[in-house]
């Protein structure tokens, strides 16, 4: 057995945190990572017929049954992740009842996975039911997309389009844009449904003066377009108060998005 803490995804993981951290996203406990894994790259590093202890999820998971997430723990900090990974952060495994996590690796001083594992596994079975590579959901609070929700109409459609004005390359890092939910209360199932059925459209999805949701490949690419919505964020708080003298105009968001060959959402731009 290899030493998992030599493991790519293990490295990765906690460098993201850090990341995160670093930008300022994630104060105290805020945010959230889950990251499918393979059974193969797992059982390098660890039993996987030893099963640590069981947690139940609270609900069910059937498309998810035997396979393997290494999950951020509920109350843990992401400033601490690279430092601890065990403590930090579990490997677990979706039980064959399709409702309990079994515990492989971590969560070591008796803690579980992030309270926001709903939204997180839902998520996990809409993206993956639209795009089977998806193996990445991450959640968190980044300052300037907050910020923006005070300020901005609460629209998929206006809120995107904002986002896409902001920077020239938006449109075409998130062509699908970015969905958008109103304040719900977070932890529950009920906003893990939601989210869910805007992951099924979206790899972006704004949780109404809350924070952020992203799906993606890896957790670069994820990490990626959060930044990439954060950045444009920050841009429209910088200029939201000054008058504007200049704007990238919707016939030239279509010329990018046509010129860079992406699928975008035509019906939101104003053609
Ligand atoms: O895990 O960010 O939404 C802390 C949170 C909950
Ligand atoms: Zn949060």
Redesign the pocket.
């Known amino acids: 057995m290899k030493d998992i803490s030599t493991a790519p995804f293990l490295k990765k993981m906690c460098s993201t945190a850090s990341n995160m951290y670093r930008l300022g996203w994630?104060e105290r406990?805020?945010?959230?990572i889950s990251l499918l894994l393979d059974e193969s790259e797992v059982s390098e590093y660890i039993d996987t017929i030893r099963v640590i202890r069981t947690i139940p999820t609270g609900f069910r998971a059937d498309s998810l049954i035997g396979k393997y997430f290494l999950v951020?723990g509920?109350?843990k900090y992401f400033k601490n992740v690279e430092g601890d990974p065990e403590n930090n952060l579990g490997i677990i495994r979706i039980a064959e009842d399709g409702t309990t996590a079994e515990l492989l690796w971590g969560y070591s001083d008796g803690g579980k996975f992030?309270?926001?594992l709903p939204s997180h596994l839902m998520s996990h079975m809409a993206r993956l039911s639209v795009n089977p590579e998806n193996r990445v959901i991450m959640?968190?609070?980044p300052t300037n997309t907050l910020a923006m929700n005070y300020v901005h109409e609460l629209d998929e459609k206006k809120f995107t389009h904002t986002l896409w004005e902001m920077c020239t390359e938006c449109i075409v890092v998130f062509p699908d844009g970015v969905g958008v939910l109103p304040w719900m209360l977070?932890?529950t199932n009920e906003i893990g449904m939601a989210t869910a059925e805007k992951m099924k459209e979206f790899r972006l999805v704004v949780?109404g003066m809350?924070?952020i949701y992203g799906a993606g490949k890896d957790l670069d690419e994820t990490f990626g377009l959060i930044e990439t919505v954060e950045k444009a964020a920050q841009i429209y708080m910088l200029t939201a108060h000054l008058p504007r003298k200049n704007t990238i105009k919707d016939s030239e968001m279509q010329e990018l998005a046509e010129y860079f060959g992406v699928d975008y959402r035509k019906d939101f731009l104003n053609l």
């Open positions: 994630d406990n805020g945010g959230n951020t509920t109350g992030t309270s926001e959640h968190s609070h977070c932890g949780w809350h924070g």
